[in-house]
């Protein structure tokens, strides 16, 4: 875990907010193929073994913020309903979604190293 000068970590386990969490995940999904926004929260909950999916309320405005700043685009299934929106990765996007990856992976790393040492060394389980 990275410590600054005179800082203390006091976020636990991670120092990821959950928004920075899920605009990570939306782009990790859709650099493989388009998505609308309850397949993006059923797509997530699917591969965390239904122990956590991120809500509505928060996956929307995401979307709505990634494609204001350029990072996805959006079309309507229909356009005369407006019913179904689909988002795909733009380049740009891309480039954002290496950058992030790429910075939170250690967080990620100290996370599992904080929990596996918790899960030893209180529930005494061996990893």
């Given at each position: 875990?990275?410590?600054?000068?005179?800082?203390?970590?006091?976020?636990?386990p991670s120092?990821?907010?959950?928004?920075?969490?899920?605009?990570?995940?939306?782009?990790?999904?859709?650099?493989?193929?388009?998505?609308?926004?309850?397949?993006?929260?059923?797509?997530?909950?699917?591969?965390?073994?239904?122990?956590?999916?991120?809500?509505?309320?928060?996956?929307?405005?995401?979307?709505?913020?990634?494609?204001?700043?350029?990072?996805?685009?959006?079309?309507?299934?229909?356009?005369?309903?407006?019913?179904?929106?689909?988002?795909?990765?733009?380049?740009?996007?891309?480039?954002?979604?290496?950058?992030?990856?790429?910075?939170?992976?250690?967080?990620?790393?100290d996370s599992?190293?904080?929990?596996?040492?918790?899960?030893?060394?209180?529930?005494?389980?061996?990893?």
């Amino acid at each position: 875990m990275t410590n600054y000068r005179n800082q203390r970590n006091r976020q636990f386990p991670s120092k990821i907010s959950t928004t920075s969490f899920v605009k990570l995940y939306i782009l990790h999904l859709l650099k493989g193929k388009d998505y609308y926004g309850n397949e993006i929260i059923e797509e997530i909950k699917g591969r965390l073994d239904n122990k956590w999916e991120p809500s509505p309320g928060m996956v929307y405005p995401l979307l709505r913020k990634l494609e204001e700043e350029g990072y996805v685009t959006g079309r309507w299934e229909e356009p005369d309903k407006r019913s179904i929106r689909r988002y795909r990765l733009t380049n740009e996007g891309y480039k954002h979604y290496q950058i992030i990856l790429l910075q939170h992976k250690s967080t990620f790393e100290d996370s599992l190293h904080i929990v596996k040492n918790i899960l030893r060394d209180i529930y005494g389980l061996k990893l």
